[in-house]
Each structure stands twice: as structure tokens, then as C-alpha cells.
């Protein structure tokens, strides 16, 4: 039986939102690998009512019809758990309609979890998915005392833009949001302790440098083995774990995934980092908006931090 590491301020919260008497729409964020499906898996197991997770766009590369793979996929979930008789959803409005009439029929007066993971895959271009899923939770999911919506998603970016720091229907909708941090170097501790992987703290502390805290890449290692074979095995042995992972990370978080790439690229190149002037010059980025939120997503989903010079005071 899997057992969670670390957690416990979320795991209580969690709690708290599932025992309240009053309609709750959660988000829980942070950059992926970092344990959001684990931690919502774990805190209800058999608790929730419907749960539904977007297709990777990586999966998708090429394909035209993005928004009727997302649609098919959400249509089987609906069938698989319990609802009967209808056919296939062509709109989202449709999709959370056939939704309602499901939860409808699976209500017993008890709290209903509703767990909708990577939800920023699912809006695709021209899909019409987010002002669908407002009409959901405005006009259906907040006149019901009973109800637990449940989002997560490693597009930070999106999750901040749409749902904490929305403008349109979804402005102050939210009734809590979750950020999942990392692993602290202590939670590292306890989670190699668990699974009885012998590592010194000094073996840790270079574990934590390289893997930076993320629950699934420490899941790879292997008991028996050091820290530099199992850093081997995961990284630069023959058919390594995490060989694609750079790319295949990028492109399912951020939509201009490639401008992205070329900021950490540079990043990597100096140890004291690199003004918006520096960086503008040495990708071809323009000095201005398209700069601006290409850092902002980076910093949201912690891959970048910005600093400032001794004494002053930052401001976003």
C-alpha cells in the first residue's frame, strides 16, 4: 500500500475542505513530477465520485483535432464510471451537461468529489472548454452544499491566469488553492528512509542538486545501488529513465515551450544569471510582453527565480 511522505499541512487542509458544508472548488498546482495526482489519490482514494485526467498534448503532436481526442477521452470516463444511454459529447457544454446528469444520478446526499486532473490540457485551441467548465460550476456545482470540485495542473501559467487571477466568469471562484512545493532536503530523508535506500546526508544533499526534490524522479532509485550508479542508471546508462524528459516536460506545461527551452538553456551557461537586457539579446526574445510572460511561466512553475541586487526591494 503506497504511503505519502511529507504533506501534511495539504493533507489537512484537504481535510477540512472535504468536511465543510458549503460548495468547494480547489486548485491544486505546481510544476509536474511533483506529486498533485498522488497527493489528491491519497487524501480520498475510494472518496471520489468522478475523476477525469486531459490527454498530454506530447501525445498529440500532429494531430488536428485536438479538442475531439480531449472530448472522447472525457467521454469514456463518464461511461466507465456509471453513466449509461448517451451518445458521444460534440461540445464541452454538452460534455459537463452529461456530466451533471451522472452526478445527478450518483448523489446520496453525501459529499461528492469531483477530480479533474491536468485540467489545462483540456482547453484546446477554439474548444470552448472554459466557458463551459464557468457554466459548470456557476450555474450548477455552486447551488449544491454537497459538491468538491477538484483541479490540478502543472501549467501554472494557465491555472494562475484562468482560475486565481481570473477576469471573466471565474473571478473569485475559487475557494482554496493548493501550491505543492517540492521535497524539502528533509522530506528526502524520510522518503529514502521509507523505502530503506541506505544514502548519506552529504549523498542526499547531491541527490537534492540534481533532482531538485521531485517525488518521481527519487522514485527511481533503486536500493543497493550509490548515489552516482543510480544517478547513472537515471540519467546516462544505456536507455536512461529521464533520457526525453527535458522535452517532453516542457512542451506539456508551457504553450511556447521552445522559448522556454532556450531561457533555461541560457540560464545554465552562468552561475550568477542574467539580466531581461542579457537574456532579450542572447535568445532574439523581444524585450517586452512575450519576454515577460515567458519568465513569469518559468518563475510560477519554479524552474526560475528572480533576484534582485543586494538591498533592494522587488517588486512584481
Known sequence: ???????????????????????????????????????????????????????????????????????????????NQGLEGVRMPKTWMEAFFLLEQLLTQLDNGSRQVIFLDELPWLDTPRSGFLPAFENFWNGWCSGRDNIMLIVCGSATSWILGNLTHSKGGLYGRLTDEIKLSPFTLTECEEYFRHEQIELSRYDIAQTYMVFGGIPYYLSYFRKGLSFERNVDKILFGRGPRLRDEFNRLFSAIFSNADDCKKVIRLLATRNSGFSREEIAKATGLPLGGGLTNTLASLAESNFIQKYGPAGEIQTD
Not at 504533506?7 to 506529486?35: C, H, I, Q, T
Open 1 to 79: 500500500m503506497s504511503t505519502i511522505i511529507g504533506r501534511k499541512a495539504e493533507l489537512k487542509e484537504l481535510d477540512r475542505l472535504y468536511r465543510s458544508d458549503k460548495p468547494e472548488f480547489v486548485a491544486v498546482y505546481g510544476r509536474r513530477r511533483v506529486g498533485k495526482t498522488f497527493l489528491i489519490k491519497q487524501a480520498f482514494k475510494d472518496r471520489i465520485t468522478f475523476q477525469h485526467t486531459g490527454v498530454s498534448p506530447v501525445d498529440q503532436e500532429g494531430e488536428r483535432n485536438r479538442m475531439k481526442t480531449q472530448l472522447e477521452s472525457f467521454y469514456f470516463s463518464l461511461l
